[in-house]
């Protein structure tokens, strides 16, 4: 998977900190990927995010970041960056 995303050209991080969430949300990089990610540890970034503009879903879609997963965008890429990610 991060094969394909780093191969697509798109600025990101991935796997870690709370750092990465900071870069989308002030524009600084387009996209933000963790694989597996604990709730309390994204939970704010559902409110930041979107308020500035961008997207976090699960890899498969769902706002629910209960399941597991995290992708945080620009929300104009979140899509594609989406559809590279997945198997």
């Known amino acids: 998977m ?3 995303l ?3 050209g798109v600025a990101m991080r991935t ?3 709370g750092y990465g969430y900071v870069l989308v949300a002030t ?3 387009e996209a933000m990927f963790d694989p597996i990610i604990n ?3 994204i939970a704010p970034c559902q409110v930041i995010i979107p308020e500035a503009g961008g997207r976090v ?3 498969e ?3 629910n970041l209960e399941l597991g997963s ?3 965008t620009n929300g104009v890429l979140h899509e594609p960056l989406r559809s590279m990610l997945l198997p």
């Open 2 to 4: 991060l094969q394909r």
């Open 6 to 8: 780093r191969a697509s």
């Open 15 to 17: 796997w870690g900190d």
């Open 27 to 29: 524009g600084r990089i």
């Open 39 to 41: 709730f309390w540890d």
């Open 57 to 59: 879903t699960t890899l």
């Open 61 to 63: 879609g769902h706002d």
């Open 70 to 72: 995290a992708l945080a």
